[in-house]
């Protein structure tokens, strides 16, 4: 009975491991082989997919990617029947059957989900008031300490003394209006999910492919390195569009429209003319790369 037990062990998990990709993935977040060490690779347990299994109620997936040796597919994550509430990316390798290796998510800085509360549930109209709230504090604040600075202009010993230049104005140090509302908006996109990510650039597709367009064909850009922020020409384009910059590096043969993020943890849309020169997806770099539009991807980095 022993060897009958261990021989119908041995043909299960080598049919899970003979499961396409799409397939292992589905069985294991629906929990029909979540105890199956024999579909996790070596650095991986169970303990790694527990915040992913407890919150949700619906559960689609997508095969992002799939050779002879390695695979990706994009898990989203359902609240209830239509909200998302994460996206999470599977990484797969094959040798001598597949294995789950790495789960992968964008990992945006914490400032970000600090300064978006500040402004939680305010709408367009909701930000301006609250952008004229704060900078008339913040005038009576600078006016203050160069009243004080002014009175103690000549003591150089004075350690409560803030320094603010005298030819400094007010108007030099605030965000403009437009600058402030495109950096809460395109911080409120860059957290969002893929779906919503998705959309934003499809009711804006006219707009991104005029500024692609402008960009590409700016002499200034001619060069191995280059990037674009929101003090550029185009900088009111960029709050329109709720992009945090545009740049293109020595290597890429495309460009990358980003929405936010920090170093290698980013999130945005990148314009490849051809689609063999579309960067490959990876645990270590792009993981999301998603067709959303002729030559237009949505990308997640980490």
Known sequence: MKHIITYLAFLTFSFLNDSPPLELVKRFFNKEIIEYKSVLGKDLSKDDLNPFEITAKRIEYELMHEDEHNAAVAVTLY????DSIDNIY???SNNGGWKIETIRALALPGFYFT???KY??????????QYQKEQELARVRFDSIKSVNKNKKDDENDKQKLYIPDSLEFDDVMYPEQKF??????????????????EHFNAHKDQYNQLQYEISNDTMNNNDN???????????????????????????????FMIGGVLDNSVGYLYCEYPADRPKISENNFIMLKKISDRWYLYKTS
């Open 181 to 198: 509302m495109g950096m809460i908006i395109s911080m409120r996109l860059a957290i969002s999910n893929d779906k919503k990510l998705i």
């Open 79 to 82: 609240a209830n029947e239509t």
């Open 115 to 117: 300064m978006l509360e």
């Open 90 to 92: 599977v990484f797969l």
């Open 226 to 256: 280059w990037y674009l922020r929101d003090d550029s020409k185009y900088a009111g384009k960029f709050y329109d569009l709720s992009i945090a910059q545009v740049y293109k590096e020595k290597e890429d043969r495309f460009l990358r």
């Open 120 to 129: 939680n549930g305010l709408d367009s109209s909701g930000l301006r008031i």
